[in-house]
């Protein structure tokens, strides 16, 4: 008989926590395929871990400012919390530390973040303001494998919004963030799932493309798949 698997997800965050939120929710429902298993900080006073801390999440903190420079410091201390809590995937929710070569390709397949825009068009910072400067008709939220190049891996998701002609900064972002809340559950349950996986580089999505889901500003919202014992 088919058994559902939660797969063991630690959530990374550095502030408020907003897609951590949506995370914990998705995760409430017993037939989501991933369990929160902890939500580590590189900022002792992220409002985040509140939330976690609030729905009965284990927490870690692991201090980047003590480490200067030494990177790999860093990241063996942020491993070793990942390893005691049996982490199985890692998910970045404004997490704002470039993580080395080394350490993404151990968890090759297996780091997903969300960024917000219509990658590979506005990596990096400040995505709204750029947007607008831009003149875009359509803007949204992606989430991707993580690779070493910052923005850059394989995109499982992607949400879009029209720009409007009153839109700023404040409005299209809040715009976005209620996109984020929606897409990134599902991008999770998919890889958790084993219905995204990278493959030879390249993001292998299984959910259902329909012409329905192409208009929609999300995509394909599937039953949430299974795993077999």
């Known amino acids: 008989m088919a058994r559902r698997v939660r797969r063991r997800v630690a959530v990374l965050i550095s502030g408020r926590g907003s897609n951590l939120g949506a995370l914990i929710g998705a995760a409430q429902d017993p037939d989501y395929p991933a369990e929160i298993a902890l939500v580590l900080s590189n900022r002792a006073e992220a409002a985040g871990l ?8 284990p927490t870690a903190v692991v201090e980047s ?4 420079r030494d990177r790999a410091g860093f990241e063996a ?10 982490v199985e995937i890692v998910a970045l929710a404004g997490f704002m530390r470039v993580l ?19 990658l590979p068009v506005f990596p990096g910072l400040d995505t709204h303001v750029r947007a607008l400067a831009a003149g875009v008709r359509l803007h949204g939220c992606t989430v ?13 998701a992607q949400a879009a919004i029209g720009v409007r002609a009153d839109d700023d900064e404040a409005s299209l ?3 976005v963030l209620a996109q984020e ?16 996986r990278l493959e030879g ?14 208009r929609s500003p999300l995509p394909a919202s599937p039953p949430l798949p299974t795993r077999k014992a």
């Open 77 to 86: 201390a942020v491993q070793a919390a990942l390893d005691a809590h049996g």
């Open 50 to 57: 509140e939330r976690a801390r609030a729905a009965g999440i």
């Open 100 to 118: 080395t070569e080394g350490f993404v390709t151990r968890w090759a397949g297996r780091m997903i973040n969300i960024h917000p825009s219509l």
């Open 173 to 175: 972002a809040a715009r």
């Open 65 to 68: 400012r003590p480490f200067g």
């Open 144 to 156: 991707h494998f993580v690779t070493p190049g910052v923005d850059e891996g394989p995109i499982i």
């Open 201 to 214: 580089g390249r993001a292998v999505v299984d959910a259902p493309a329909t012409e329905e889901s192409l």
């Open 181 to 196: 809340h929606l897409l990134y559950p599902a991008a999770l349950a998919w890889v958790a799932a084993g219905a995204a």
